[in-house]
């Protein structure tokens, strides 16, 4: 899926904008223990209720494409065989109308996630949209429809206590805004089903939604996808530094390493500045290109390739924001940091004086202590007010 494909359905959950007949929720303790069942008609819902019950299935198709976002892709042998899957094929099928199923999926989800010390809500809908014909410059059209989308939406809710939003209410056993008590937070987890890929459906990918990169849930992915977790954006850095390090050896200099940076900002750069509705991505191979610009031997770009290829995946295509800081360069020497903007990365420069080594900025005009502006002499010692 690309940006403009979630924006799409984005927009879609809203008020009087979507075809979500119920919106289904699971209570559950921090014990794995159903509170309760929630099955409530969206045409009784009130306007509040109905757009604080959609905000947080908005909230679970948020965030960046390959960092919160992430594709999930089922093999053939699991569309045509797998128990995941079927399942989720089955509770598309009957637009979570079957409670039997609904359940079934619960238990999935309760035995394969853990939540910690909240309780929480599974939020569950279905919507169907007919998919409008898109002219050639792009424009949606009113007058035909090219095909029906129908896909499941799903949102794991911690309950906590915080601002007005929703709650569960026991004497009625529904879903109200509420100003006190346990409330809905934004969720946790989240998946889109099936991908909406080219503005149709594609059954063998799904799109995860993880709050935190860092952590991702990796027991849900397995559980509900029944396939091995993708590395987390941290963990995707963590490998790509490592294979520059180990591959690169003596020659992993910080010269080399701003070369690769400032490489890595200005394709981010410009992809941004394109407004390409495509996620920009890049494979070992590109990066293998990069440092051969450098200077570096095929042997180690060789080795760099193949690491990737063993702790990324063979052909891997990677999310540069999840492999650099692409706000900032940062630079540690013991205590000491240096911390420049990315366009900024090459006037810091490293230099042996008398059999050192140093770190080197350029202090020109506008040099500052602690907010106080002061002036640095050439060939002076020290800063003079």
Not at 15 to 22: F, L, Q, R, T, W
Not at 167 to 190: C, D, F, I, M, Q
Request: aromatic share 6%.
């Amino acid at each position: 899926m690309n940006q403009k494909e979630l924006g799409e359905l984005r927009r879609r959950l809203r008020p009087g904008k979507n075809a979500i007949s119920h919106i289904y929720g699971c209570y559950v303790s921090p014990l794995k223990q159903v509170i309760a069942e929630v099955d409530q008609p969206m045409s009784l819902l009130g306007e509040d209720d109905a757009e604080s019950c959609l905000a947080l299935l908005r909230k679970a198709l948020s965030g960046g494409l390959g960092r919160s976002l992430i594709d999930i892709e089922f093999s053939t042998r699991q569309v045509a065989e797998g128990e995941e899957h079927k399942l989720l094929r089955e509770l598309r099928e009957s637009r979570l109308k079957n409670q039997e199923l609904r359940r079934a999926f619960y238990d999935k989800v309760i035995q394969s996630v853990d939540m910690g010390e909240d309780n929480y809500l599974i939020l569950l809908a279905c919507d169907s949209y007919d998919v409008p014909f898109r002219s050639k410059n792009d424009e949606g059209m009113d007058d035909g429809s090219e095909t029906v989308f129908t896909y499941l939406a799903c949102a794991l809710c911690p309950m906590r206590e915080g601002k007005p939003g929703l709650g569960y209410v026991s004497a009625e056993n529904a879903l109200h805004v509420k100003t006190a008590g346990r409330l809905a937070a934004p969720p946790e987890v989240g998946f889109l089903w099936p991908a909406f890929d080219n503005r149709a459906a594609n059954l063998y990918n799904a799109l995860y939604y993880v709050r935190r990169p860092e952590l991702l849930h990796g027991e849900f992915i397995e559980g509900i996808f029944g396939t091995e977790p993708p590395l987390s954006a941290p963990e995707q850095r963590e490998a790509f530094e490592t294979a520059l390090s180990d591959a690169l050896g003596v020659e992993c200099s910080m010269e080399l390493i701003q070369a690769v940076h400032e490489q890595m900002w200005e394709r981010i750069s410009l992809h941004k500045e394109s407004r390409d509705p495509e996620p920009l991505t890049v494979t070992a191979k590109d990066v293998g290109g990069m440092l051969a610009e450098c200077g570096i031997e095929g042997e180690r770009v060789s080795a760099f390739q193949d690491y990737c290829a063993q702790r990324l995946g063979e052909g891997a295509r990677m999310d540069p924001e999840n492999l650099i800081d692409s706000k900032r360069f940062q630079i540690k020497a013991g205590e000491i940091t240096i911390t420049v903007k990315p366009e900024l990365s090459g006037q810091v420069e490293a230099r042996v004086l008398d059999g050192r080594a140093y770190l080197l900025i350029p202090a020109g005009d506008g040099v500052e202590v602690n907010g106080l502006a002061v002036e640095v002499e050439a060939g002076a010692a020290n800063a003079v007010l």
